[in-house]
Protein backbone atom coordinates (compact mmCIF):
# COMPACT_ATOMS: atom_id res chain seq x y z
CA UNK A 1 0.00 0.00 0.00
CA UNK A 2 2.84 2.13 0.78
CA UNK A 3 4.20 3.47 -2.58
CA UNK A 4 7.69 4.53 -1.70
CA UNK A 5 10.82 1.89 -1.34
CA UNK A 6 13.43 4.90 -0.38
CA UNK A 7 14.65 3.66 2.88
CA UNK A 8 15.55 7.39 3.67
CA UNK A 9 11.46 8.18 3.11
CA UNK A 10 9.63 7.72 6.76
CA UNK A 11 6.28 6.97 6.22
CA UNK A 12 3.68 8.25 9.11
CA UNK A 13 0.36 7.14 9.10
CA UNK A 14 -2.25 9.09 11.28
CA UNK A 15 -5.96 7.80 12.23
CA UNK A 16 -8.64 10.41 12.64
CA UNK A 17 -11.83 9.36 14.61
CA UNK A 18 -13.33 12.15 15.47
CA UNK A 19 -15.81 14.31 13.34
CA UNK A 20 -18.60 16.96 12.78
CA UNK A 21 -19.79 16.97 16.73
CA UNK A 22 -16.16 17.60 17.54
CA UNK A 23 -15.19 20.50 15.34
CA UNK A 24 -11.88 21.36 17.38
CA UNK A 25 -10.08 17.78 16.92
CA UNK A 26 -10.55 18.11 13.50
CA UNK A 27 -7.92 20.06 11.44
CA UNK A 28 -4.93 18.64 13.42
CA UNK A 29 -4.55 14.99 11.86
CA UNK A 30 -4.50 17.37 8.39
CA UNK A 31 -2.34 19.93 9.98
CA UNK A 32 0.63 17.50 10.94
CA UNK A 33 0.01 15.26 7.66
CA UNK A 34 1.01 18.54 5.53
CA UNK A 35 4.12 19.05 7.84
CA UNK A 36 5.26 15.85 7.54
CA UNK A 37 4.70 15.70 3.50
CA UNK A 38 6.69 18.97 3.53
CA UNK A 39 9.41 16.87 5.16
CA UNK A 40 9.28 14.68 2.07
CA UNK A 41 7.78 11.69 4.28
CA UNK A 42 5.16 9.64 2.77
CA UNK A 43 1.85 10.07 4.62
CA UNK A 44 -1.49 8.60 4.47
CA UNK A 45 -4.72 9.65 7.20
CA UNK A 46 -7.06 6.75 8.19
CA UNK A 47 -10.38 8.11 8.49
CA UNK A 48 -12.72 5.58 10.92
CA UNK A 49 -15.46 5.74 13.37
CA UNK A 50 -16.59 9.49 13.21
CA UNK A 51 -13.48 10.67 10.74
CA UNK A 52 -15.38 9.94 7.25
CA UNK A 53 -17.67 13.11 8.49
CA UNK A 54 -14.53 15.14 7.83
CA UNK A 55 -14.68 13.88 3.97
CA UNK A 56 -18.26 13.97 3.33
CA UNK A 57 -18.43 16.49 0.39
CA UNK A 58 -19.89 19.78 1.84
CA UNK A 59 -18.48 19.42 5.31
CA UNK A 60 -15.07 20.79 5.31
CA UNK A 61 -17.01 24.31 4.19
CA UNK A 62 -19.39 23.66 7.27
CA UNK A 63 -16.94 22.31 9.90
CA UNK A 64 -15.73 25.47 11.28
CA UNK A 65 -12.43 24.98 13.88
CA UNK A 66 -13.30 27.04 17.00
CA UNK A 67 -10.71 29.32 17.34
CA UNK A 68 -10.69 31.94 21.07
CA UNK A 69 -11.17 35.29 20.25
CA UNK A 70 -11.59 35.31 16.23
CA UNK A 71 -12.76 33.69 13.12
CA UNK A 72 -12.12 30.17 12.86
CA UNK A 73 -10.48 28.57 9.40
CA UNK A 74 -13.19 25.87 7.78
CA UNK A 75 -11.58 22.49 7.84
CA UNK A 76 -11.48 22.74 3.95
CA UNK A 77 -8.13 25.04 4.40
CA UNK A 78 -6.63 22.38 5.72
CA UNK A 79 -7.79 19.54 3.88
CA UNK A 80 -6.99 21.30 1.10
CA UNK A 81 -3.53 21.72 2.10
CA UNK A 82 -2.73 17.89 3.23
CA UNK A 83 -4.17 17.05 -0.66
CA UNK A 84 -2.20 19.90 -1.97
CA UNK A 85 1.11 18.24 -0.47
CA UNK A 86 0.51 14.61 -1.57
CA UNK A 87 -0.84 13.39 1.39
CA UNK A 88 -3.27 10.13 0.70
CA UNK A 89 -6.72 10.10 2.49
CA UNK A 90 -7.64 6.54 3.39
CA UNK A 91 -11.48 5.50 4.43
CA UNK A 92 -12.96 1.77 5.11
CA UNK A 93 -16.31 1.12 4.06
CA UNK A 94 -18.25 -0.49 7.51
CA UNK A 95 -17.01 3.01 8.60
CA UNK A 96 -18.75 4.58 5.53
CA UNK A 97 -21.81 2.10 6.41
CA UNK A 98 -22.21 3.91 9.95
CA UNK A 99 -23.06 7.10 8.49
CA UNK A 100 -25.03 5.92 5.67
CA UNK A 101 -22.10 7.25 3.06
CA UNK A 102 -20.68 5.56 -0.74
CA UNK A 103 -17.74 6.87 -1.59
CA UNK A 104 -19.55 9.09 -3.76
CA UNK A 105 -20.79 10.96 -0.82
CA UNK A 106 -16.96 11.87 0.35
CA UNK A 107 -14.53 14.69 -1.55
CA UNK A 108 -12.92 13.14 -4.95
CA UNK A 109 -9.38 11.33 -4.50
CA UNK A 110 -9.98 9.25 -1.38
CA UNK A 111 -9.28 6.02 -1.31
CA UNK A 112 -10.94 2.84 -0.01
CA UNK A 113 -9.23 0.05 1.69
CA UNK A 114 -10.04 -2.76 4.31
CA UNK A 115 -8.86 -3.74 7.77
CA UNK A 116 -6.55 -5.72 6.67
CA UNK A 117 -4.85 -3.59 4.50
CA UNK A 118 -5.42 -0.91 7.64
CA UNK A 119 -3.22 -3.35 9.46
CA UNK A 120 -0.60 -3.94 6.94
CA UNK A 121 -0.10 -0.29 6.50
CA UNK A 122 0.19 0.30 10.09
CA UNK A 123 2.59 -2.68 10.31
CA UNK A 124 4.81 -0.96 7.39
CA UNK A 125 4.54 2.42 8.91
CA UNK A 126 7.35 4.00 10.49
CA UNK A 127 4.92 6.11 12.98
CA UNK A 128 1.71 5.68 13.23
CA UNK A 129 0.03 8.92 15.65
CA UNK A 130 -3.94 8.23 16.16
CA UNK A 131 -6.46 11.04 17.43
CA UNK B 1 31.78 34.21 9.00
CA UNK B 2 31.63 34.08 5.26
CA UNK B 3 28.72 35.70 4.02
CA UNK B 4 26.08 33.79 2.27
CA UNK B 5 24.65 34.54 -0.97
CA UNK B 6 20.97 33.45 -1.13
CA UNK B 7 20.04 32.47 -5.18
CA UNK B 8 16.19 33.05 -3.89
CA UNK B 9 14.81 34.94 -1.37
CA UNK B 10 11.16 33.21 0.15
CA UNK B 11 9.48 35.58 2.81
CA UNK B 12 6.77 33.71 5.35
CA UNK B 13 6.49 36.34 7.37
CA UNK B 14 3.16 36.38 9.02
CA UNK B 15 2.62 32.79 8.31
CA UNK B 16 1.75 30.22 10.63
CA UNK B 17 3.17 26.52 11.21
CA UNK B 18 2.86 24.39 8.86
CA UNK B 19 2.90 27.14 5.86
CA UNK B 20 7.11 27.96 6.00
CA UNK B 21 7.88 24.20 6.02
CA UNK B 22 5.19 23.92 3.75
CA UNK B 23 6.52 26.72 1.49
CA UNK B 24 10.18 25.76 2.30
CA UNK B 25 9.50 22.54 0.57
CA UNK B 26 8.50 24.19 -2.44
CA UNK B 27 10.48 26.45 -2.89
CA UNK B 28 13.70 24.12 -2.40
CA UNK B 29 12.49 21.84 -5.20
CA UNK B 30 12.83 24.73 -7.95
CA UNK B 31 16.16 25.49 -6.92
CA UNK B 32 19.06 23.83 -8.21
CA UNK B 33 21.23 20.89 -6.12
CA UNK B 34 23.42 23.77 -4.16
CA UNK B 35 22.00 26.62 -4.74
CA UNK B 36 20.98 28.52 -1.36
CA UNK B 37 17.43 29.58 -0.62
CA UNK B 38 17.24 32.56 2.06
CA UNK B 39 13.93 31.93 4.22
CA UNK B 40 12.85 34.74 6.07
CA UNK B 41 9.84 33.71 9.00
CA UNK B 42 7.75 35.25 12.14
CA UNK B 43 6.20 32.04 13.34
CA UNK B 44 8.22 31.37 16.84
CA UNK B 45 8.07 27.73 16.04
CA UNK B 46 10.46 28.04 12.75
CA UNK B 47 13.35 27.73 14.34
CA UNK B 48 12.65 24.20 15.76
CA UNK B 49 11.00 23.20 12.47
CA UNK B 50 13.36 23.80 9.92
CA UNK B 51 16.00 22.43 12.00
CA UNK B 52 13.73 19.54 11.97
CA UNK B 53 12.95 19.92 8.63
CA UNK B 54 16.63 20.04 7.42
CA UNK B 55 17.93 17.03 9.75
CA UNK B 56 14.95 14.82 7.76
CA UNK B 57 14.92 16.01 4.12
CA UNK B 58 18.48 16.32 4.03
CA UNK B 59 18.46 19.73 2.65
CA UNK B 60 21.39 21.80 4.66
CA UNK B 61 20.24 24.34 6.90
CA UNK B 62 23.56 26.78 6.80
CA UNK B 63 22.44 29.45 8.96
CA UNK B 64 19.69 29.82 11.03
CA UNK B 65 19.81 33.43 12.52
CA UNK B 66 17.06 36.59 13.55
CA UNK B 67 17.34 40.26 11.59
CA UNK B 68 15.30 42.83 12.56
CA UNK B 69 13.50 40.81 14.97
CA UNK B 70 12.84 38.15 12.02
CA UNK B 71 13.84 34.50 11.82
CA UNK B 72 16.15 34.34 9.06
CA UNK B 73 17.59 31.03 7.41
CA UNK B 74 19.69 29.90 4.93
CA UNK B 75 19.25 26.49 3.14
CA UNK B 76 21.08 24.59 0.75
CA UNK B 77 19.69 22.28 -1.66
CA UNK B 78 21.58 19.07 -1.47
CA UNK B 79 19.71 16.16 -3.56
Known sequence: MWKTNDPDVKRILYVQTHGEKDPERTATPFFLATAAAAMDHEVAIYFTMNGPQCLAKGNGERIIIPRKGGEGKPLKYFIDQAVDMGVRLLVCQPSLDLHGYTLDDLIEGVEMIGGAAFNAIACEADAVIAF | ?79
Open chain 2, 1 to 79: MDVLKEDRVLDCSGLLCPLPVVKTSKAIKELSVGQILKMIATDPGAPPDMEAWSRQTGNELLLSTQEDGKFVFYIRRTK
